[in-house]
């Protein structure tokens, strides 16, 4: 049969068999094999990362209970070896050594794609200066599904991990990033996140933005607006529960201008806020005249909006 012309679709042939995992499970090549496991729903996983992980010698991984528990779940009895920060320059050899002997070893994350804000850097870099083979088998990234779900442009991102922890160090880290023509991904801890915002509001001003938390959990959720509304939302209702991801869109990017929209905005606002500072952090986000969000704002929180 003629491969498929869809546009969109893969060119492959439709009436090739499925291959069959269960039954030919193929010895993965010696060498290092970069796995990408689930960020939350079990069954984002690969059926090539399964085949993978069951075919290997030895599974380097952060934390052995974590891997341990999604190995159970797929009735795979690959042993684990423990790699983290802790004890990377003591396993590091030993794993090359594996591999340089033949072996093939998986490298896995507790959650997501190995390397993105998680160890296995340093033995890529060993693997590849060895003359070892290196391939990545692809999966689950929150910085990725967070991106696509944020609605800002996609065309150009710059992932920036975890923002430093200390106020002072973290403004400077925003304000090297300003200028930045790109969306801007960043990782953070539910804790830290209303201080972030705050900070990012200060420093970015009112661009659009996003904070996608609990992906591909239960409990999905993706909250979008400018940085004002979104650091004024969190201040008000305190470090969510889960893990979140905040996206930012590129400077010029600032608020919509359509009136639906500054409504939704200040009924988001004054959940939380005083009209005055519903209005005071709207405006400043819509670039709009002050006079006029604030008499909208009257209307809306009057029950005439
Ligand atoms: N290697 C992982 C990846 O590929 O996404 C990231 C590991 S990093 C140590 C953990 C951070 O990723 C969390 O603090 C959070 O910012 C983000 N993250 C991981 N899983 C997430 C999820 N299900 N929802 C939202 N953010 C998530």
């Known amino acids: 049969m003629a491969p498929s012309s869809d546009p969109d679709g893969p060119e492959l042939p439709t009436d090739a068999a499925e291959p069959s995992f269960a039954d030919t499970p193929r ?33 380097a991984c952060e934390d052995t209970r974590t891997t341990g528990r999604l190995m ?31 072996q093939a070893v ?3 994350s507790d959650a997501g794609t190995p390397l993105i804000s998680d160890p296995g850097y340093k033995l890529v870099r060993e693997a590849v200066a060895a003359g070892l083979a290196v ?13 696509v779900l944020s609605g800002l442009p996609s065309d150009r ?26 969306t ?31 992906l591909t959990k239960l409990f999905e959720e993706v909250r979008r607006g400018p940085l004002p509304v979104l650091a004024a939302h969190y201040a008000q209702s305190g470090p969510p529960k889960g893990e979140v991801v905040v996206v930012i869109g590129p400077p010029g990017d600032t608020a919509a201008e359509e009136p639906a929209d500054l409504d939704a905005l200040l009924r988001d606002a004054l959940a939380g806020m ?23 704002a009257l209307d809306i929180a009057k029950g005439s909006g």
């Open 184 to 214: 801007l991904v960043f990782y953070e801890s539910p804790q830290r996140l209303p201080d972030m915002l705050a900070d990012a509001a200060e420093t970015l001003g009112g661009r659009e933005a996003a904070v996608a938390r609990e």
């Open 72 to 102: 159970a779940r797929y009735g795979i009895a690959t042993p684990l070896l423990p790699y983290h920060e802790h004890n990377a320059a003591k396993m590091r050899p030993q794993l090359l050594a594996r591999m340089a002997d033949g």
């Open 135 to 147: 391939t990545h088998l692809p999966g689950a990234n929150a910085a990725v599904t967070a991106l």
């Open 27 to 59: 010895k993965p090549a010696p060498g290092l094999h970069l796995v990408a496991t689930p960020i939350g729903n079990a069954r984002d996983i690969t059926l090539r990362a399964l085949e993978t992980l069951r075919g290997v010698d030895a599974i």
């Open 274 to 296: 005083s009209v005055r500072d519903a209005a005071a952090t709207v405006a400043t986000a819509t670039g709009r005249p002050r006079k006029e969000v604030y008499a909208r």
């Open 157 to 182: 991102f710059l992932y920036a991990g975890f923002l430093p922890s200390k106020a002072a160090a973290r403004r400077t880290a925003l304000a090297d990033l300003k200028a930045v023509p790109a």
């Open 106 to 108: 998986a490298l896995v």
